[in-house]
């Protein structure tokens, strides 16, 4: 049974950087693309970045661009989002998700195709 389960949020000042971990669990990654979603408290949950099964091929919405890199790691079977410059308006709780999509370069950086998801990682940016 697939899992995501995700690590690294936490308490960084604006202009800081954090990595966050998506760890997949029963399933190797080049049949499901993952991607990273947000939501703050009152606002629905949007896209923030995805990676194709491939694992070389990468969207990332307008306002992240520059900021947050996605990536993987076969060896460990995890996604991660590195995310540097970060600002008050990324805190969020932050989850991954994983769709079916064998050997394919797509994805989408929108939560409906997504029916995996983990339980998420608040990350707050503050001074």
């Known amino acids: 049974q697939l899992q995501l389960v995700e690590s690294g949020g936490g308490l960084v000042q604006p202009g800081g950087s954090l990595r966050l971990s998506c760890a997949v669990s029963g399933v190797t990654l080049d049949t499901y693309a993952i991607g990273w979603f947000r939501q703050a408290p009152g606002k629905e949950r949007e896209g923030v970045a995805c990676?194709?099964?491939?694992?070389?091929?990468?969207n990332y919405v307008d306002f992240v661009k520059g900021r947050f890199t996605i990536s993987r790691d076969n060896a460990k079977n995890t996604v991660s989002l590195q995310m540097n410059g970060l600002k008050a308006e990324d805190s969020a709780t932050y989850y991954c998700?994983?769709?079916?999509?064998?050997?394919?370069?797509?994805?989408?950086?929108?939560?409906?195709?997504?029916?995996?998801w983990g339980q998420g990682t608040q990350v707050t940016v503050s001074s």
């Open positions: 998700a994983a769709q079916w999509r064998p050997y394919s370069r797509l994805c989408s950086t929108h939560p409906v195709p997504y029916d995996y």
């Open positions: 990676l194709g099964s491939k694992g070389d091929s990468t």
